[in-house]
Nanobody
Framework: QVQLVESGGGLVQPGGSLRLSCAAS????????MGWYRQAPGKQRELVAI???????DSADSVKGRFTISSDNAKKTMYLLMNSLKPEDTAVYYC??????????????WGQGTQVTVSS
């Protein structure tokens, strides 16, 4: 069984910073890609940033220049460093990982979400 554990959410003032973490554990054969999504009340879930096992990254236009995604392959952990936070960034953030398990099956796994609130 594969599990994702998220941490790092909280309440910050506009212009502040947070770092989210997502650690994968379980019967993992290969991690193909990891990403962060977010969903604000009344809005669709949207992709924030992704990173592949080879280190290639991409991010949504709304967060480019402010958010940085990274990973530690040895720890099977990815991070989202969020700088210059805006109230519009307020949402529940979910980590997502595309994983091939030790049994050879590939699918996406989701974390339970962590709340990020940007408010003065």
């Amino acid at each position: 069984q594969v599990q994702l554990v998220e941490s790092g959410g909280g309440l910050v003032q506009p212009g502040g910073s947070l770092r989210l973490s997502c650690a994968a554990s379980g019967s993992i054969f290969k991690i193909h890609a990891m990403g962060w999504y977010r969903q604000a009340p009344g809005k669709q879930r949207e992709l924030v940033a992704i990173i592949t096992s080879s280190g290639n990254t991409d991010s949504a236009d709304s967060v480019k220049g402010r958010f940085t995604i990274s990973s530690d392959n040895a720890k099977k952990t990815m991070y989202l460093l969020m700088n210059s936070l805006k109230p519009e960034d307020t949402a529940v953030y979910y980590c997502n990982t595309r994983i091939t398990s030790a049994l050879g099956y590939t699918r996406d796994y989701w974390g339970q979400g962590t709340q990020v609130t940007v408010s003065s």
